[in-house]
């Protein structure tokens, strides 16, 4: 996970963008200023981690992905990147929206990924073990062009969880703590494919009927995804025209240490999502205050040169004292796998 919690160490990735959007690779330590709660933190790590999905000249990789095991076996390599496409068919309208947004995801998936990046695609129904990853760019193309947008559709249905939606009524509100559900399934998922920087790119208008349940949903999902180091870039399909109500995902995002982008030009924000995955800083510091409280403790992070722009989690959520003794009791009582003859 982004935040390694252990005894001494947190550690969060940062990323820092010049006015294009473009990652600034030049700053040293002394540049940047960390608080947790407030309380100013030595930086005891510092690295920046660069990757462009290309292969080095001393790689001996096999690009093409044979099976499940194979992709994460790649996904757990340091020099490999990798993106989830969440696809949320319940908040994209059946036309307009559909259409454009699988018009720009086609040109974005056939050229923007480097040739050792992993790209895996899901919507709300999708289960965890149907995903399937891969560096095929006719294969993913040919994904992009069998989506569909269901907002407001409700017949045919697609499965019998749908059906038993119809049946509760309050379709609309069950939809989106469906989509919820996933993208936080969806985080998990990939965080335990790797330890370092995922990204979930999201097509969602937005989400609808959870406005008294939006603190707790929000507050969920966006810990799963901190603690699994996802960075969730949401993308408004509609782009501007017709006035906005805020989205969830905006501060989602924001939490997470993506972005958020609505905006005309879709291409432009599909392939920010890349560029701002190809560099970020890595820092580490030992808390001032070191506590077992299962609490949240927020993180800021700064930069002293100006104009320039700070992305990073929000904070993390420290383990308490229980979950850390439970945690040994159950590493003790695990058993070892039999040996591989």
Not at 214 to 219: E, G, K, P, V
């Amino acid at each position: 996970p982004v935040f390694r919690t252990g005894a001494e160490l947190v550690r969060v990735d940062v990323a820092v963008l010049d006015s294009k959007g473009v990652p600034v690779p030049s700053l040293t330590a002394g540049d940047f200023e960390l608080q947790e709660d407030g309380v100013p933190q030595e930086i005891q790590t510092f690295q920046f981690v660069e990757n462009h999905g290309q292969v080095s000249s001393n790689d001996d990789v096999s690009l093409t992905i044979r099976s499940r095991s194979h992709a994460a076996a790649e996904a757990a390599k340091d020099n490999v990147r990798l993106f989830l496409i969440f696809w949320d068919e319940y908040h994209i309208g059946q036309l307009m929206s559909a259409n454009r947004a699988r018009a720009y995801l086609m040109q974005f998936v056939r050229t923007a990924f480097g040739p050792t990046d992993i790209v895996g695609f899901m919507d709300p129904l999708t289960p965890i073990d149907a995903i399937s990853f891969t560096r095929d760019r006719l294969e993913l193309a040919e994904h992009v062009r069998r989506l569909v947008g269901r907002s407001g559709v409700y017949l045919p249905t697609r499965s019998a969880v749908e059906d038993a939606h119809l049946q509760q009524g309050d379709v609309e509100r069950l939809r989106s703590e469906v989509t919820m559900s996933a993208v936080k399934s969806a985080a998990v998922h990939l965080g335990g494919m790797r330890d370092g920087r995922k990204s979930i790119i999201l097509i969602s208008e937005g989400l609808r009927g959870i406005q008294r349940d939006a603190t707790s949903l929000m507050t969920d999902l966006t810990r799963a995804a901190n603690d699994n180091n996802t960075a969730i870039y949401a993308i408004d399909p509609r782009g501007f025209g017709q006035s906005r109500f805020p989205s969830l995902w905006e501060s989602i995002a924001a939490e997470t240490g993506g972005d958020y982008f609505r905006s005309n030009d879709l291409e432009q924000s599909f392939r920010k999502v890349v560029v701002q995955s190809s560099g970020f800083y890595l820092l580490g510091y030992s808390p001032n205050d070191r506590r077992l409280d299962g609490r949240f403790h927020k993180i800021k992070v700064r930069v002293k040169p100006s104009g320039l722009e700070v992305r990073a989690r929000a904070g993390y959520w420290a383990p308490s004292a229980a979950e850390i003794d439970r945690a040994r009791t159950k590493a003790v009582e695990a058993e070892l796998p039999p040996d591989v003859i």
